[in-house]
């Protein structure tokens, strides 16, 4: 079983920085892709950032927010600077792994909330 916990989120005034982890434990054989999301009350769930064979962010976030990942510890980290209220959201971890069985499967945190306020 492959488990992912995110961490870092938290009340941050606007022009702050936060910084999310995400570390993936359990049965894994390789992480493929690691990626965040973020979803605002019923709205859909939108990618922020996502590190696989390319980086990719979303336009909003390009040149404010960071993703990087630290293999050894199977950990992906998003740096977030100059934050707006607009940022405000749950932030999801998103990951692309095949298990000790061989199995590719996509899992998912259980969500960090980041609020950006005065």
């Known amino acids: 079983q492959v488990q992912l916990v995110e961490s870092g989120g938290g009340l941050v005034q606007p022009g702050g920085s936060l910084r999310l982890s995400c570390t993936a434990s359990g049965s894994i054989f390789i992480i493929r892709a690691m990626s965040w999301w973020r979803q605002v009350a019923d709205n859909e769930r939108e990618l922020v950032a996502g590190?696989?064979?390319?980086?990719v962010y979303a336009d909003s976030v390009k040149g404010r927010f960071t993703i990087s990942r630290d293999n050894a510890k199977n950990t992906v980290y998003l740096q977030m600077n100059s934050l707006k209220p607009e940022d405000t959201a749950v932030y999801y971890c998103g990951g692309v792994i095949t298990s000790a069985t061989m199995s590719t499967d996509n899992y998912w945190g259980e969500g960090t909330q980041v609020t950006v306020s005065s």
């Open positions: 590190s696989g064979s390319r980086t």
